[in-house]
């Protein structure tokens, strides 16, 4: 898999009918820009407001996946965003005039020929991983329904369905690193059960449903009167059961069923918004399961993200000294928040402020109660980042670095005397015409107290 992100060389349009809603949809799925990720945007509904593809937005799961954010509102998302995730598209913004997706015919299989058809464009960006490091588990032991994720180097998917049927009987389906998704999971439809029918038309959905873009699974002998109401709901009159069927003589695969829940998983795991290293084992999965169990685990990954990257040891050596970080910037007393850089790359430093009770700020900040103030963690924060972009220019000392615009600004707890403040930065976009863009986070030991995005300019001194 490319370290790198992808998007679309050009747009791609799709037409359709809603599954639930029976609409006519457009559907055109655009490039986008790095770290823009996959974003749906209403461009029927006044100020096209917008929606991101990630767990945190999924409002109902009942017959398929739906994401809403504000007036933006979509649903049956899965197929479309298992055909772009898994061929590789990271970031893309999707128009459409409806509040669900076209259903095509059941499967990804169209979504997934217009990837291939259309190519793939690299980007300037690298992609962003979710290292599995133990093992996770999201069950619903009352229906059977067990989600695991396993510790690996790369990401692999074994699915497992059994739903006492005689019919579907047990079935298994795996995609692993080499398999052609295209050919192999895209084209598997999706199923209904012929008792789960009736009350969904009643609930009135299905209503773009036919038997061209679903298999209808009969597990028990359907009468005469049956099959004339059949007829009658399908609007068509050459209705038969064949095999545990109707009217899908033929399967495009003997574990078709398992393959389309793999592919559904596929689509609702990528709401994770980033890639998984890691090994899937799922029995029974839905889209309940799959995106709630996407939604513990991006808690989890929140949560790791909010522990320090880089192990600061007082006992080696740092990269920069007080010496040498008075070369690099040129703030002086009182104003020299950084005592020690003790990592550096092309995209984050790491580094020291040891929080004293001879600090001047504590006079008045406060006499009885000292607190270090959060603007001068934002500050500390701010020349870490100097350093870092400073370290890109041939003469750093003839240059300096200047606020443009701070956002995401969050205080989580107080800064005290005694307290050793570690700081870690991360280039969030390439460094273009002097403006850098950075996240910044503060701890104290392994707990966050301070984090925010800023943004500066390289300026040449006078």
């Not at 406060?366 to 400073?390: N, R």
């Amino acid at each position: 898999m490319s370290s790198k992100q992808h998007t679309l060389k050009k747009p791609i349009a799709f037409t359709g009918k809603g599954l639930h809603t029976g609409l006519s949809i457009t559907m055109t799925v655009n490039p986008a820009a790095p770290g823009n990720g996959i974003v749906f945007r209403r461009i029927d509904l006044e100020g096209q407001p917008t929606v991101p593809a990630l767990s945190e937005y999924v409002v109902d799961t009942s017959r398929g996946t739906t994401i809403a954010k504000g007036e933006a509102k979509v649903s049956t998302i899965e197929h479309i965003m298992s055909a772009l995730w898994t061929m590789g598209v990271d970031n893309a913004t999707i128009d459409i005039d409806a509040p669900e997706t076209p259903i095509m015919d059941g499967s990804a299989r169209e979504y997934a020929a217009a990837v291939i058809a259309t190519g793939l464009e690299e980007q300037d960006a690298e992609r962003e991983y979710y290292q599995v490091t133990e093992k996770m588990v999201y069950t619903i032991p009352e229906k059977g329904v067990a989600i695991v994720l396993y510790p690996d180097d790369i990401f692999s998917v074994s699915v497992h369905v059994d739903y006492n049927s005689k019919v579907i009987g047990n079935q298994y389906a795996t995609f692993n690193p080499g398999d052609d998704y295209a050919e192999k999971i895209a084209p598997c439809r999706t199923f209904v059960f012929l008792h789960e029918l009736e009350p969904l038309f009643k609930m009135n959905l299905i209503k773009g449903g036919d038997l061209d873009n679903a298999i209808v699974v009969v597990e028990n002998p359907v009468s005469d009167e049956q099959l004339e109401h059949l007829k009658k709901v399908f609007n068509k009159q050459d209705i038969k059961i064949t095999g545990g069927y109707l009217n899908n003589l033929e399967l495009r695969a003997n574990n078709e069923l398992a393959r389309h829940k793999l592919l559904d998983l596929l689509g609702d795991f990528a709401l994770l918004g980033r890639r998984i290293k890691g090994r899937v084992w799922a029995t029974r999965p839905g889209h309940f399961a799959n995106t709630e169990f996407m939604k513990q685990v991006h808690h989890t990954l929140r949560s790791e993200g909010e522990k320090p990257r880089f192990k600061y040891d007082c006992r080696k050596a740092p990269l920069y000294d007080i010496n040498g970080i008075r070369n690099m910037l040129p703030h002086r007393f009182p104003f020299l928040l950084v005592d020690r850089i003790f990592h550096l790359d092309e995209e984050s430093v790491a580094g020291i402020k040891n929080v004293t009770m001879n600090e001047p700020f504590f006079q008045g900040h406060f006499p009885k109660e000292p607190v270090m103030p959060g603007v001068l963690i934002v500050e500390a924060m701010a020349q870490c980042s100097g350093i870092l972009v400073l370290n890109t220019v041939p003469d750093p000392q003839n240059y300096s670095t200047y606020f443009l615009r701070i956002d995401n600004v969050r205080f989580k707890h107080k800064v005290v005397p005694g307290d050793t403040l570690q700081f870690e930065i991360h280039i969030s976009e390439p460094i273009r015409r002097g403006l850098a863009i950075a996240s910044g986070k503060a701890f104290v030991g392994d707990k966050l107290v301070c984090e925010a995005t800023m943004m500066a300019q390289i300026v040449k001194n006078q």
